[in-house]
C-alpha cells in the first residue's frame, strides 16, 4: 500500500465547491471503469437515484447491476459518535450528519475529494472507479490531534440497476478478517486496506435502512427503496492520523485484483491528467474546458464485448450504447482529444454489425435466448449516414488509408442498400434522388420518441437533416473514392439529390419534412441547422441568413436549441414528471445542447466569431451546474431547468467541438 502515490500524479485540473454548493444534492459527480460500470452519487455523497452507488456490468457495456448505494461511515471522537454520510429519507430530512461538517468538495480532473471537519478532526474522502475493475474505492485520510476511530461499511442492494427494492434485500454476510463477501444473486466482495492503524472486524447486524431519492421523484418513477445497512470494521487512529480505504467491487468472472488502492487512484489521476494533455495538444486550444471535457468524454468510450469492440454509451445513468449517438459523438470524444485508435475501432464495431445499410440504433440489453448486448435494434436512418461523416472526419485527421480501403466497400454497400431500399420504408425516390424513410408506428430520425403506439413526431417521408446526411454520405464516396484512385460509384445519385434539395425551400424558409404526398412541413426545428452546417448541403447565402434569424428568433436559448418553436401550439414549455409527459416534450420544444453546434458553425461561416461565442457561453458555463463536469441531455424549454441524463455523450462531445470551432476562430 503506498499513500504516496496520492500526490505523485501531475497537477490537475481543479474546481472547487465551497460548503454551501457541496451540500447541493443536486449536483452529481461520475466515475466510470470503461466497462460500461459506473460510481453515481452527489458530490456530497447523498445517493439521489436508484442508480446512485455502484453499479457493474456483468455483460459489457450492459446487463449492468447494483451493489452499493453508500458507504457507511461514522467518526468516534473523544466519546462523540459523528455520521460522515447522509442519506435523504423523505424530501430534505436525513439520516447521518455528513452534509453539515463539509468543508468542500474539490474535482481533480473530475475525481472527487470531499473535506469534512468534524470535532476537531479533518476527514478527506478519495474516490475512484479503476479501469475495468466494477469496483469503487474511497479512500480517506485522516488528520486527528488525538485518538480517534472510524466504522466503514456500506448500505447494501443487489438488483438490476432500473429497479428498486421493495423491502430489505435478503444478503447473507461472509467475513474473513479485512474482507467481506456480500452474497445474493450476485456478490459483492468488500475488502479494508489500511496504513499505521488498528482494525477490528465486525460479525455483521445487518439492518434495514429506507433511502428516498429525489431525482427519481421528479421524474415520476418509484422513489424509495429499502438498502440493507451493516458496519463491517472499526478502524482506530492513532494521533496525527492516518489512511484506509474502503473498495466495493462487483464480482464477476472477470474480476480482476485490486491490490492497492493508493496505486490505482494515483494510476487513474495521472492517465486523466494525460488525456487532458493529449486532447490540448491535439485540438491546439489549450484551456480549462478542452482538458475538462476531454476527461469527460472518457467516461462514454467502453469496450464492449459482445460483438467485441469499442462503443460509445449515449448517456449515465441509464443508456446502453447507440449508434446514432456514438456516430455524432465520434468527433468530439476521439478526434478532438487525439484518441484516434479509439475512433478506429469505434467504427469498426459499427461497420461489422451493419446490416441491409443500417447500423444499430441500439444494442439489445436483454434478449431471449441470448446473453445482454446480443442482438440490436435498427430503427435509425441516421445512424449510417453519420457514420459515413464520422468516417470522413476520421481519415481527414488520421490518413489512415489502410482502413480506408477497408471501409470504402462497405461505405458503397451501406448506399447501396439506400439506393435499392432497406428496412422501414428507407429508400431513395427516383423521382428526385431524395431519401425516403418511414412507416407507421416506427420513429427513424433522433427526434424518435414512442409512447406506446403513439410516436410523438412522426417525421415520415423527407426530412431535411436526413437529405443534409445523405448528401454528406455521398460526397464522402466520391472524395474517398478519389483518394485511393478509384472511381466514385454514386456520382449521379448525388448530382440527381443535390439538384432536388431546393424542394426545401418555400420561399422564406425552409421546411422540416416534405411529407409522402409532397406537401411541406413548416414545423420550426433545428434540424435545417444540422443539414445546412454539413459541406455538402447546396444553399445560397439568401437562404442560409434567412434560416440563421429564424432559429435566432424562434429556437435559439442560452443552452441550446428548442426542438420545437414556442410560436408553435404543440409547444410544451416543461419538461419533466412521469415518462409519459417527458416523452410528450421531448421533442416539442425541450432545448438540446448538441444541435447548438450546428447553428454555430453556420454563424463562423459568416464570420459571426464574436456571436458565435456569446452563443456559447451559456452551455460553457453549465459544465459545473448538474453533472459536474459534462453536459445534461436536455432542459425544458421555459425555465431551462437541467433534465433527462445529468451525463450525455454527445452533448458533451458537441460543446467540445463546438467550442474548439470558435476558440479557432478567434485566434485567426
Same mark, same amino acid.
Request: hydrophobic share 40%; glycine share 10%; charged share 20%.
Given at each position: 500500500?503506498?499513500?504516496?502515490?496520492?500526490?505523485?500524479?501531475?497537477?490537475?485540473?481543479?474546481?472547487?465547491?465551497?460548503?454551501?454548493?457541496?451540500?447541493?444534492?443536486?449536483?452529481?459527480?461520475?466515475?466510470?471503469?470503461?466497462?460500461?460500470?459506473?460510481?453515481?452519487?452527489?458530490?456530497?455523497?447523498?445517493?439521489?437515484?436508484?442508480?446512485?452507488?455502484?453499479?457493474?456490468?456483468?455483460?459489457?457495456?450492459?446487463?449492468?447491476?447494483?451493489?452499493?448505494?453508500?458507504?457507511?461511515?461514522?467518526?468516534?471522537?473523544?466519546?462523540?459518535?459523528?455520521?460522515?454520510?447522509?442519506?435523504?429519507?423523505?424530501?430534505?430530512?436525513?439520516?447521518?450528519?455528513?452534509?453539515?461538517?463539509? =468543508?468542500?468538495?474539490?474535482?481533480?480532473?473530475?475525481?472527487?475529494?470531499?473535506?469534512?471537519?468534524?470535532?476537531?478532526?479533518?476527514?478527506?474522502?478519495?474516490?475512484?472507479?479503476?479501469?475495468?475493475?466494477?469496483?469503487?474505492?474511497?479512500?480517506?485520510?485522516?488528520?486527528?490531534?488525538?485518538?480517534?476511530?472510524?466504522?466503514?461499511?456500506?448500505?447494501?442492494?443487489?438488483?438490476?440497476?432500473?429497479?428498486?427494492?421493495?423491502?430489505?434485500?435478503?444478503?447473507?454476510?461472509?467475513?474473513?478478517?479485512?474482507?467481506?463477501?456480500?452474497?445474493?444473486?450476485?456478490?459483492?466482495?468488500?475488502?479494508?486496506?489500511?496504513?499505521?492503524?488498528?482494525?477490528?472486524?465486525?460479525?455483521?447486524?445487518?439492518?434495514?435502512?429506507?433511502?428516498?431519492?429525489?431525482?427519481?421523484?421528479?421524474?415520476?418513477?418509484?422513489?424509495?427503496?429499502?438498502?440493507?445497512?451493516?458496519?463491517?470494521?472499526?478502524?482506530?487512529?492513532?494521533?496525527?492520523?492516518?489512511?484506509?480505504?474502503?473498495?466495493?467491487?462487483?464480482?464477476?468472472?472477470?474480476?480482476?485484483?485490486?491490490?492497492?488502492?493508493?496505486?490505482?487512484?494515483?494510476?487513474?489521476?495521472?492517465?486523466?491528467?494525460?488525456?487532458?494533455?493529449?486532447?490540448?495538444?491535439?485540438?491546439?486550444?489549450?484551456?480549462?474546458?478542452?482538458?475538462?471535457?476531454?476527461?469527460?468524454?472518457?467516461?462514454?468510450?467502453?469496450?464492449?464485448?459482445?460483438?467485441?469492440?469499442?462503443?460509445?454509451?449515449?448517456?449515465?445513468?441509464?443508456?446502453?450504447?447507440?449508434?446514432?449517438?456514438?456516430?455524432?459523438?465520434?468527433?468530439?470524444?476521439?478526434?478532438?482529444?487525439?484518441?484516434?485508435?479509439?475512433?478506429?475501432?469505434?467504427? =469498426?464495431?459499427?461497420?461489422?454489425?451493419?446490416?441491409?445499410?443500417?447500423?444499430?440504433?441500439?444494442?439489445?440489453?436483454?434478449?431471449?435466448?441470448?446473453?445482454?448486448?446480443?442482438?440490436?435494434?435498427?430503427?435509425?436512418?441516421?445512424?449510417?449516414?453519420?457514420?459515413?461523416?464520422?468516417?470522413?472526419?476520421?481519415?481527414?485527421?488520421?490518413?489512415?488509408?489502410?482502413?480506408?480501403?477497408?471501409?470504402?466497400?462497405?461505405?458503397?454497400?451501406?448506399?447501396?442498400?439506400?439506393?435499392?431500399?432497406?428496412?422501414?420504408?428507407?429508400?431513395?425516390?427516383?423521382?428526385?434522388?431524395?431519401?425516403?424513410?418511414?412507416?407507421?408506428?416506427?420513429?427513424?430520425?433522433?427526434?424518435?420518441?414512442?409512447?406506446?403506439?403513439?410516436?410523438?413526431? $412522426?417525421?415520415?417521408?423527407?426530412?431535411?437533416?436526413?437529405?443534409?446526411?445523405?448528401?454528406?454520405?455521398?460526397?464522402?464516396?466520391?472524395?474517398?473514392?478519389?483518394?485511393?484512385?478509384?472511381? $466514385?460509384?454514386?456520382?449521379?445519385?448525388?448530382?440527381?439529390?443535390?439538384?432536388?434539395?431546393?424542394?426545401?425551400?418555400?420561399?422564406?424558409?425552409?421546411?422540416?419534412?416534405?411529407?409522402?404526398?409532397?406537401?411541406?412541413?413548416?414545423?420550426?426545428?433545428?434540424?435545417?441547422?444540422?443539414?445546412?452546417?454539413?459541406?455538402?448541403?447546396?444553399?445560397?447565402?439568401?437562404?442560409?441568413?434567412?434560416?440563421?434569424?429564424?432559429?435566432?428568433?424562434?429556437?435559439?436559448?442560452?443552452?441550446?436549441?428548442?426542438?420545437?418553436?414556442?410560436?408553435?401550439?404543440?409547444?410544451?414549455?416543461?419538461?419533466?414528471?412521469?415518462?409519459?409527459?417527458?416523452?410528450?416534450?421531448?421533442?416539442?420544444?425541450?432545448?438540446?445542447?448538441?444541435?447548438?453546434?450546428?447553428?454555430?458553425?453556420?454563424?463562423?461561416?459568416?464570420?459571426?466569431?464574436?456571436?458565435?461565442?456569446?452563443?456559447?457561453?451559456?452551455?460553457?458555463?453549465?459544465?459545473?451546474?448538474?453533472?459536474?463536469?459534462?453536459? =445534461?441531455?436536455?432542459?425544458?424549454?421555459?425555465?431551462?431547468?437541467?433534465?433527462?441524463?445529468?451525463?450525455?455523450?454527445?452533448?458533451?462531445?458537441?460543446?467540445?467541438?463546438?467550442?474548439?470551432?470558435?476558440?479557432?476562430?478567434?485566434?485567426?
Amino acid at each position: 500500500m503506498n499513500g504516496l502515490a496520492l500526490s505523485s500524479s501531475p497537477a490537475a485540473h481543479s474546481h472547487h465547491y465551497g460548503p454551501l454548493h457541496a451540500r447541493d444534492p443536486d449536483l452529481e459527480v461520475l466515475l466510470t471503469d470503461g466497462l460500461g460500470g459506473f460510481a453515481l452519487s452527489s458530490v456530497a455523497g447523498v445517493p439521489t437515484r436508484c442508480y446512485s452507488g455502484l453499479v457493474v456490468s456483468q455483460s459489457p457495456p450492459v446487463q449492468r447491476f447494483t451493489h452499493l448505494v453508500s458507504p457507511l461511515e461514522v467518526l468516534e471522537v473523544g466519546g462523540q459518535r459523528h455520521s460522515l454520510h447522509a442519506l435523504e429519507l423523505a424530501p430534505g430530512v436525513f439520516e447521518g450528519r455528513g452534509l453539515e461538517g463539509l =468543508s468542500g468538495v474539490t474535482l481533480r480532473d473530475l475525481l472527487p475529494e470531499r473535506v469534512q471537519m468534524v470535532g476537531g478532526v479533518r476527514v478527506t474522502r478519495r474516490m475512484v472507479s479503476p479501469a475495468h475493475a466494477g469496483a469503487v474505492a474511497y479512500l480517506y485520510t485522516v488528520d486527528a490531534p488525538e485518538t480517534v476511530t472510524l466504522t466503514l461499511g456500506g448500505y447494501f442492494v443487489d438488483r438490476d440497476m432500473h429497479h428498486v427494492h421493495a423491502e430489505a434485500p435478503k444478503l447473507k454476510f461472509q467475513t474473513n478478517s479485512e474482507e467481506v463477501l456480500v452474497r445474493g444473486e450476485r456478490t459483492t466482495r468488500v475488502r479494508l486496506h489500511a496504513s499505521g492503524a488498528e482494525i477490528m472486524a465486525f460479525a455483521p447486524k445487518p439492518f434495514p435502512q429506507r433511502v428516498y431519492y429525489r431525482h427519481d421523484a421528479a421524474r415520476g418513477e418509484p422513489d424509495h427503496e429499502y438498502t440493507l445497512g451493516a458496519a463491517l470494521w472499526e478502524v482506530q487512529f492513532p494521533a496525527g492520523g492516518g489512511q484506509v480505504a474502503l473498495v466495493v467491487q462487483g464480482m464477476t468472472d472477470a474480476t480482476p485484483e485490486l491490490p492497492d488502492p493508493w496505486l490505482a487512484y494515483g494510476q487513474e489521476a495521472t492517465r486523466r491528467r494525460e488525456l487532458a494533455e493529449l486532447a490540448q495538444q491535439t485540438c491546439g486550444i489549450t484551456d480549462d474546458l478542452v482538458a475538462t471535457l476531454a476527461v469527460a468524454a472518457d467516461a462514454y468510450l467502453v469496450r464492449r464485448s459482445s460483438p467485441a469492440g469499442t462503443s460509445v454509451i449515449a448517456g449515465y445513468p441509464w443508456f446502453a450504447d447507440w449508434g446514432r449517438d456514438a456516430m455524432i459523438s465520434l468527433t468530439g470524444l476521439t478526434l478532438l482529444t487525439g484518441r484516434f485508435a479509439q475512433a478506429r475501432e469505434l467504427l =469498426s464495431t459499427f461497420l461489422k454489425t451493419q446490416r441491409r445499410g443500417l447500423i444499430p440504433n441500439h444494442f439489445l440489453e436483454h434478449q431471449k435466448g441470448h446473453g445482454g448486448g446480443q442482438g440490436a435494434g435498427y430503427n435509425t436512418v441516421d445512424g449510417a449516414l453519420w457514420l459515413a461523416v464520422a468516417l470522413e472526419r476520421y481519415l481527414a485527421v488520421s490518413d489512415d488509408l489502410d482502413f480506408a480501403r477497408e471501409a470504402l466497400p462497405q461505405l458503397r454497400d451501406l448506399l447501396g442498400w439506400h439506393l435499392r431500399g432497406t428496412d422501414h420504408g428507407i429508400r431513395v425516390d427516383p423521382a428526385d434522388g431524395l431519401l425516403l424513410a418511414g412507416e407507421p408506428a416506427v420513429q427513424l430520425t433522433w427526434m424518435d420518441v414512442k409512447v406506446g403506439d403513439w410516436v410523438v413526431t $412522426p417525421r415520415h417521408g423527407k426530412p431535411i437533416e436526413i437529405q443534409g446526411l445523405w448528401l454528406a454520405a455521398l460526397d464522402a464516396e466520391m472524395r474517398l473514392s478519389e483518394r485511393l484512385g478509384a472511381p $466514385p460509384e454514386f456520382a449521379e445519385a448525388r448530382l440527381k439529390a443535390q439538384g432536388s434539395f431546393g424542394k426545401f425551400w418555400d420561399g422564406q424558409t425552409f421546411a422540416d419534412v416534405i411529407g409522402p404526398d409532397g406537401t411541406l412541413d413548416p414545423s420550426v426545428r433545428p434540424n435545417a441547422a444540422l443539414a445546412l452546417a454539413l459541406p455538402a448541403t447546396p444553399s445560397t447565402p439568401t437562404q442560409k441568413d434567412a434560416a440563421i434569424r429564424q432559429m435566432q428568433a424562434e429556437l435559439l436559448t442560452p443552452l441550446g436549441l428548442h426542438t420545437l418553436s414556442p410560436r408553435d401550439p404543440r409547444y410544451r414549455g416543461k419538461y419533466g414528471g412521469p415518462q409519459v409527459l417527458r416523452d410528450a416534450a421531448y421533442h416539442q420544444g425541450t432545448v438540446w445542447p448538441w444541435p447548438l453546434t450546428a447553428y454555430l458553425e453556420l454563424l463562423l461561416l459568416r464570420g459571426e466569431v464574436t456571436q458565435a461565442r456569446k452563443a456559447l457561453d451559456g452551455l460553457s458555463g453549465h459544465v459545473w451546474e448538474a453533472g459536474v463536469g459534462h453536459v =445534461s441531455e436536455v432542459f425544458g424549454g421555459d425555465a431551462l431547468l437541467p433534465g433527462g441524463c445529468p451525463f450525455q455523450a454527445w452533448s458533451v462531445a458537441e460543446l467540445l467541438r463546438a467550442h474548439v470551432l470558435v476558440s479557432r476562430a478567434e485566434k485567426r
